[in-house]
């Protein structure tokens, strides 16, 4: 009879672990996504900013 292999099937667990885990925060980060639609969006830099004109009141 063959002897189990210990080594094999915690790297196994661990991949199952991992792959779990990075599941979960990649739906925590669609989740917050959703809710906040406006944090996507990126920043204007001050470049961008003076390449538009400035608005007067």
Known sequence: ?????YAFA???RDLA????KEE????KA???LAQ?????????TEEENQDQPAEES
């Open 30 to 32: 669609e989740a917050k």
């Open 10 to 12: 915690k790297h196994q």
């Open 17 to 20: 672990k991992k792959k779990k």
């Open 36 to 44: 906040n639609p406006e944090a996507n969006q990126p920043l204007q």
């Open 1 to 5: 009879m063959a002897k189990p292999n």
């Open 24 to 27: 979960k925060r990649r739906l």
